[in-house]
């Protein structure tokens, strides 16, 4: 009986877990449409979805290091927590990512709308595939998905390295729109971090499933 028990308390924790990081994936997705479009009603709204992801951190650490100290699990189930207590985290940066680019677009407001020559919604959707797929790999326990996250992480760095030549040669030719063009480097980078988080937690999801710990180094598939 007490074993039935620890199970669906890790299943509750996973659940806890995956309530955050939908409340995480919100506010980035949410931060990015107040930037595009202006709309500075849901960079309030992000600040708000930031609090109750702070918050949702704080109940998965305690269930997560309660469930460590009373049932002292072994194997996979350790690896499980483990995992849980690092994901937790990369959420919760990713809810700063999304405040940071709120806040951003708020400094943002009284400036003139600019074109730019640089693909910020293409890097976004990008990353938040990145984002889904992690979280999928999660539910799912899937490694070869979270694999896939891993692959993907090249590509953000190149765009976010894009996006920094490209504005610094716009801002030297024409300081005027320098502001804007800085804001936009910063964003860019806000989003590069977030799929920096979407990859540790792919690459925890590969060590809860497999036990082998993947970071810093090639897949087995890359590496043939």
Known sequence: ????NFQ???VALKDKLLAMAALSQQALSLSLEAYLTG???LCDHVKEIEAAINAAERDVDEMAYDLLAKEQPMAIDLRFILSVI????DLERIGDQATNIASRTQYLQDSPKIS???DIPDMGEKVGVMIRRAIQSLLEADAKLAESVLAMDDEIDDMNRDVQNELIEVMQQHPVVSGQAL???IISRNLERAADHATNIAEDVIFWVRGSDVRHKLSLAEAD
């Open 1 to 4: 009986m007490p074993r039935i």
């Open 8 to 10: 669906q308390q890790l």
């Open 39 to 41: 709309d500075l009603s």
């Open 86 to 89: 690092k994901i937790n985290g």
């Open 116 to 118: 730019l020559p640089i």
């Open 183 to 185: 804001n936009a480097i």
